[in-house]
Each structure stands twice: as structure tokens, then as C-alpha cells.
């Protein structure tokens, strides 16, 4: 019977030892610092990954991430210094520099949240009023960004936190701002269209007037040349038919008179004329000489 209590005695003492071994040591992680608090009052901070100990029972292990966490804030809408709306949506990513501190303003990392989307909504809306709609969304949107960063930081360590940097993922116009502005740009690539039209018509009807004007020109030359050429062509044959005249006026006047027939007289013409007719005369048979006798 006593071997028996003895037993159990010796198995509850090993539950209680095991019991008390796993309150008394924790492991921290390399992704991890750890604030050890007793009844909520602060005990210590452990850094270094490992194992660790504490008080059984009495003391908690409050554990928070030493990465580099990111907040990413709702959208909302600011106003810049020429009063035009713009929604943005900025990202910060921060850390946890002082657990202790942080632990005693902001307790975990939702209350941190928090708190810098309320840091970051108020210095970026601070830092847009200061400037023009087209200098926030344009080439110093870096340079704005920073100083809201530099703002933020000096504020967040308060809270224990160390801000990295703030980024504008977007940055957009309100919905009812943005269908004016597309109704306006398209109304201007219209106008553009309507121009580029114009300017085309403009031009096929310079380049149809000047095709025009060049076949004109080619075609009053060609006419030209073609009169020309039939004047030389007429000098030419009035000077043979002056040449062949001098030479033997008999053979000139029968050549003539033969190409008048053939251009008056067709295969089946009719021609009523009296006999004594001068056209007949190379027709009768009898030279011209002897017609009077």
C-alpha cells in the first residue's frame, strides 16, 4: 500500500515539476522581444532569442514582432491649396523600437495602428493643403511624402514605435471629379480629332489643286508642242507642195485633185455636175490641153 501512495506521490511531483519547468520557461524568437510584467507592473525586457524565465504563475510574457510591420490606412480625401480633391490611400511601414514604452501607450500592435493612421492622416493633410493639385500628384509627390515620414517619425516615438518611411500607393480624384475630367479630356481629344480632320481635308485639297494645276500645266504644254509640231508639219508640206508645184504644176494639180475625190467621194457617192465640170477633167480621158478643141 505504501509502495502505491508512493507511487502516485512520485507521479503528481513529476505533473507539478513539469507543470512548474513550463510556467518558469518560454522561448523567445528571433522575430520577437518579449516584456516579462508581474500584476501589470513591469518587470523587464528580453531582446536576445532564446530561452528565457520568469516567476510561475505571477509574471506574463507579453510578446511583440521586432520586424518591420506595415500599416495600410482606408482611403480618404484631402484638399489641396488651389481647393481640388484627392484621395489617396498612404501606406507606413514602422517598428517596434521601445516594447516598454509601447506597451504602456498603445499596449498592442491594433492600438499602434491606430494611432499612426491618425499621425499620418493629419501631417498628410497638413502637407497637401501646402500644395498646388498638380505638385502632389507630379514629380515632388517624393519629396512631399518625406517630409510627412519625417513628421510622422518625430511624433510616433512617443508611442515607442520607429516610422520608416509613408508611400502613397495611389492617388486618385474623387469619383464624380474623375467622370468630369474624362467627359473633358474627351472632349478635347475631340476637338484634336476634329482638327486633325480638318487640317487633312485642308490639305488633300491643297495637294488635289496642285495636281490640277500641274496636269494643266502638262497638258496646255503638250498642246503646245502638238501646234507647234503641227506647224512645222503644215510648213513642211506646204514647202514640198510649193517644191512638187514648181517642178511639174500639171503632176501637182492631178495629185490634188485625186485626194480630193478620195476624200469627197466614197464607194457608192452620187455626184450630179455638168459635163464641163473642172473635176471631171482628169475623169474624161483627155489631157487638159485638149479639151477646149
Known sequence: MKAKLFGLGGLILCVLAAVLIRQACFTVNESEQVIITQFGEYKRTIRDPGLAYKTPFLQ??????????????????YLTQDKKRLVADPVTRWRISDPLLFYKTVRDESGARARLDD??????RREVASHDFVVVIGGKRETIMDNVAKS??????????????????????????????????????????KRYRSEGVEESEKLKADTDKQRTIVLAEAQQNAEKLRGEGDAAATSIYAD??????????????????????GKRSTLILSA???LFRYLAGSRPENRGK
Open 152 to 193: 510622422v517619425r518625430s511624433k510616433a516615438l512617443e508611442f515607442g514605435i520607429e516610422v520608416v518611411d509613408v508611400r502613397i500607393k495611389r492617388a486618385d480624384l474623387p469619383q464624380e471629379v474623375q467622370t468630369s475630367v474624362f467627359q473633358r479630356m474627351q472632349a478635347e481629344r475631340e476637338r484634336e480629332a
Open 60 to 77: 506574463t510574457v507579453n510578446r511583440f514582432d521586432r520586424r518591420i510591420l506595415a500599416t495600410d490606412a482606408p482611403k480618404a480625401e
Open 276 to 278: 464641163d465640170s473642172p
Open 244 to 265: 512638187a508645184y514648181g517642178k511639174d504644176p500639171e503632176f501637182y494639180t492631178f495629185t490634188r485633185s485625186l485626194s480630193a475625190y478620195e476624200q469627197f467621194m
Open 119 to 124: 499621425l499620418v492622416f493629419s501631417e498628410l
